[in-house]
Nanobody, 114 residues
């Protein structure tokens, strides 16, 4: 069974940082592209960042320079380091598989508020 479990969300003040983790199981992790996505209230889900099996990364314009996606194949995990957080970053963040059957995690809530 494929499982994606996100963690690390929470409440943070504007300008603060959070590190999200996604633990994967049930497939060959190292060969798959993985992404972080988010959905804010009243908005469509958007792709935030993606990392390919080669290590190449791409980011949404809204998070470039602030967020960093990384992966640890030995741990079957993908991470999202979020710095200089803004209230606009408030959303449920989910990880997703690519380059094959697509699966989603359950999501973790990130709230940026003073």
């Amino acid at each position: 069974q494929v499982h994606l479990v996100e963690s690390g969300g929470g409440l943070v003040q504007p300008g603060g940082s959070l590190r999200l983790s996604c633990a994967a199981s049930g497939f060959t992790f190292s060969t798959r592209a993985m992404s972080w996505n988010r959905q804010a209230p009243g908005k469509e889900r958007e792709l935030v960042a993606i990392i390919f099996s080669t290590g190449e990364t791409h980011y949404a314009d809204s998070v470039k320079g602030r967020f960093t996606i990384s992966r640890d194949n030995a741990k079957n995990s993908v991470y999202l380091q979020m710095n200089s957080l803004k209230s606009e970053d408030t959303a449920v963040y989910s990880c997703k598989t690519w380059s094959g059957p697509e699966y989603w995690g359950q999501g973790t809530q990130v709230t940026v508020s003073s």
